[in-house]
């Protein structure tokens, strides 16, 4: 029996669409599914941009608080697409009222932000997924399996990438990403992040690491208006950026394995270079995510001189089935959006979590506070 599930937006920026448009394509893609989303309400203090949402996508009602939307009873899930520092208040009210929420990552500002959602969400016995979206590439799920297997041998180390331009125009506007109080530690919590957890989701636990962080554009112009994405402003109030645009940071893991996870938003001609190799005794593994639905191999006894072979993924990997009927069929980004929503609503169908939950977003905010630690004191540190 299928029922309704009715679903609210809070922030509907690009994020915000982002879920909106994997509601309403769950159906389409997972028909088996014993909940259908209802968009019931759409959450944005900027004036007009729910109204223009609800037009555009059919939210039954708008608002400018997101209060009312803790107050709602026609919603029972809501997805929490506002910016970093608003996450704690609105996660914590959300699984407090009872709904079930899917939220951005990083999930607030630090460990300490996380976990208080965590536990919030724990507490209501409600359940909880979070965006780390890159680990949904079936292309991802198969490297994991190929690791587990054994194929590669024993995996001495991994080098995790995350190379963006999105903040490198030096007039790219002063938004609340650059400021510590509502963005938190910059290209930590907006890309590291997905780092931190892809190396965990492939590897296992971090046991300690050694990082470096820089500034390279440390001032830029305040937005004279409301902004979306990563808007350019000129002609502000110059203001500092006090959060780091760059990181680098060596990595120990539990099974004794070695890693490197570095990330900058300023790097002029790399627009979503993001990817991981992972090297064994007898193989290794490599995925670029522009590239997504690729594997690059490389296995076998030779050891010296050893062929690597593409490999596309097909059905038979993660959920790429849902989407292609064969290998080299193409999927994109908004498809690992889907994905998202697909286990999210999933695991309230059912009860049980599937997909990254929020003890995976405790665990990556972790890795980056330990960075922050070790970038003030020049040495190793641990997550806590």
Known sequence: MVTSLGVAVVGFGWMGRVHTQAYARVPHHFPQLTVRPQLVSVAEDVPGRAEQAAGQFGFASTTRDWREVVADPRVQAVSITAPNFLHREIGVAMAEAGKHIWIEKPVGLSTADASAVSDAVTKAGVQGAVGFNYRNAPAVEAARDLIASGEL?????????????????????????????????????????????????????????????????????????????????????????????????????ASGARGVLEACRVSVGEQNNYGFEVHGTKGAVFWDFRRMNELAVSRGTTYQDQPVTTVYVGPGDGEFGAFQPGAANAMGYDDLKVIEAYRFLRSVAEGKPYGATLPDAVRSAAVLDAMVRSVESGGWASPA
């Open 153 to 253: 041998g024993t995996v001495t180390h991994i080098r995790v990438r995350l190379f963006s331009d999105y903040a490198a125009h030096p007039d790219g506007a002063l938004t609340w990403r650059y400021e510590l109080e509502r963005g938190g530690h910059g290209v930590l919590g907006d890309l590291a992040s997905h780092g931190a957890d892809l190396a965990h989701h492939l590897l296992g636990d971090i046991t300690s690491l050694a990082a470096d962080t820089a500034i390279f554009l440390p001032r830029r112009a305040r937005p004279t208006g409301a902004t979306a994405g990563h808007a350019l402003a000129t002609g502000g109030e110059l203001g500092p950026v006090e959060n780091e645009d760059y990181v680098n940071c060596l990595l120990r893991f």
